[in-house]
Nanobody
Framework: QVQLVESGGGLVQPGGSLTLSCTASGNIFGLNVMGWYRQAPGKERELVATASSGGVRNYADSVKGRFTISRDSGWNTIYLQMRSLKPEDTAVYYC???????????WGQGTQVSVSS
């Protein structure tokens, strides 16, 4: 079992910055990928960025160049540094943990990010 807790969401003006964090606990050993997904009202959940335990990072085209995903030295916490935020970035952001050799996905409860003037 893996538990994920996100924090850092809030209300920010367009062009502003915000940093999200997610800490994983439980059975988190072994190769894995952690990442951020988001879901706006009326839309499907979409990938934002991922970071593997090997250090490989991937980004959605919509956030590339604006968002940065990182993992701490213990590989149990990820961050999403968001800058140049747009109203289109408004969504609930979910932390995801995926063991490399398992189809299992673990999700946090989500944190709301609202970009509005």
């Amino acid at each position: 079992q893996v538990q994920l807790v996100e924090s850092g969401g809030g209300l920010v003006q367009p062009g502003g910055s915000l940093t999200l964090s997610c800490t994983a606990s439980g059975n988190i050993f072994g190769l894995n990928v952690m990442g951020w997904y988001r879901q706006a009202p009326g839309k499907e959940r979409e990938l934002v960025a991922t970071a593997s335990s090997g250090g490989v990072r991937n980004y959605a085209d919509s956030v590339k160049g604006r968002f940065t995903i990182s993992r701490d030295s213990g590989w149990n916490t990820i961050y999403l540094q968001m800058r140049s935020l747009k109203p289109e970035d408004t969504a609930v952001y979910y932390c995801n943990f995926r063991p490399f050799n398992s189809p299992t996905d673990y999700w946090g409860q989500g944190t709301q990010v609202s970009v509005s003037s």
